[in-house]
């Protein structure tokens, strides 16, 4: 559901925490930015997309909605 960041603890939501990049193309790992210390923080992107709050990213730009083209199923 939301977001921990593991440096400095900070608990927000992805709105809050920019999406900065995928970790790996083939898997569900990404970058997000804490907005507390500047930190990027590594989330799994598939443990996410479980909540019910994921529209707020999807239609929130292009980048993003990278989340939705990675293959995951053919690797
Ligand atoms: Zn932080």
């Not at 193309?25 to 930015?33: E, I, M």
């Not at 804490?34 to 990213?57: F, G, M, Q, T, Y």
């Amino acid at each position: 559901m939301a977001i921990l960041c593991r440096k400095c603890g900070h608990k927000g939501t992805r709105a809050e925490f920019r999406f900065l990049g995928h970790a790996d193309s083939a898997g569900g790992n990404s970058y997000r930015h804490c907005p507390k210390c500047k930190a990027a923080i590594l989330c799994d992107e598939v443990e996410i997309i479980d909540d019910n709050s994921e529209k707020e990213v999807w239609g929130a730009g292009p980048l993003r909605g990278r989340v939705f083209t990675r293959k995951r199923k053919e690797t």
